[in-house]
């Protein structure tokens, strides 16, 4: 890199007749200066700064298009333990964790967590705190507005939470629900949903901090329906997605 500056992103998108062809999904990488200092693995959970380091997509470097074919092997957990020392490095500490039923859960009546517990060990040995977002697949397939589907997934939730107690606190309760395609019933049967996940958390963790409605985008308007509707909750999520990262009118 040129010595005045710290990092340099280059971005490159196909133009057909000074139009954005979509039909080929643009390219962006950024190259750094490496940090002489390998950072603290103390834990900070006092720290409000966190980064999407994607420690459960491991079967790729970036792990950014691997969300739900990592691997355990012991190559995919030194990927992973990669990635959380860079982050050490860079001094975050905070990281979003998905939990993906088709893990906890590969078949009916059997409970694996031989996953989870490598990761939140390597976020441990690298002083990341995790926030777990309850993912928006059924365990076994099973459709979401089934009873049975909702019934294994609290099941699911539950020996979750007595699993990681004293190492996680902050679970969000589902994903997006404000899309079809991660919800397909009402807003009001999503609130029904959420409130029996969170009471099966706090039963399991009465000083859990349960996250609620994890909208796309700043969706006060969904947030604001769900809790005329009744959702229980300690806090709200959004993921405040935008083509211009202007501060002040996201805060706005």
Known sequence: LPADLAFVS????????????????PAEV?????????????KRPDLPWGM?????????????????????????IARMEERAALAQKAGVKWE????????????RGVYDFSFY?????????????????????????????SEEGQRLYEE???????????RVRHWEVWNEPEYASFWNGTRQEFVRF??????????????????ACVTAHVDLDFID???????????FSVHPYRDVPRAEGLLA
């Open 52 to 76: 999407g380091v994607y420690l459960h997509r491991n079967t790729d470097p970036y792990g950014y298009h691997s969300s739900y074919v990592s691997a355990v092997d012991d190559a995919a």
């Open 194 to 211: 959420s409130n029996r996940l969170h009471d099966a958390i706090k039963a399991e963790d009465p000083t859990a901090e349960v996250i």
């Open 117 to 145: 517990d490598k990761l939140f060990d390597v976020a441990d040995r690298h002083g990341l705190s995790c926030v777990v977002n309850l993912g928006t697949y059924m365990p076994l397939g099973l459709d979401r507005q």
């Open 96 to 107: 979003r964790v998905e939990l993906q039923a088709f893990r906890v859960v590969p078949k």
């Open 30 to 42: 950024c190259w750094t200066r490496p940090i002489a200092d390998a950072g603290s693995a103390e």
């Open 225 to 235: 329906r769900c809790k005329a509707d009744g959702i229980r909750y300690d806090s």
């Open 156 to 166: 699911m939730v539950r020996r979750t939470v007595a699993r990681y107690k004293g």
């Open 10 to 25: 280059f971005r490159c998108e196909l133009l057909q007749d000074g139009r954005l062809d979509r039909s080929v999904q």
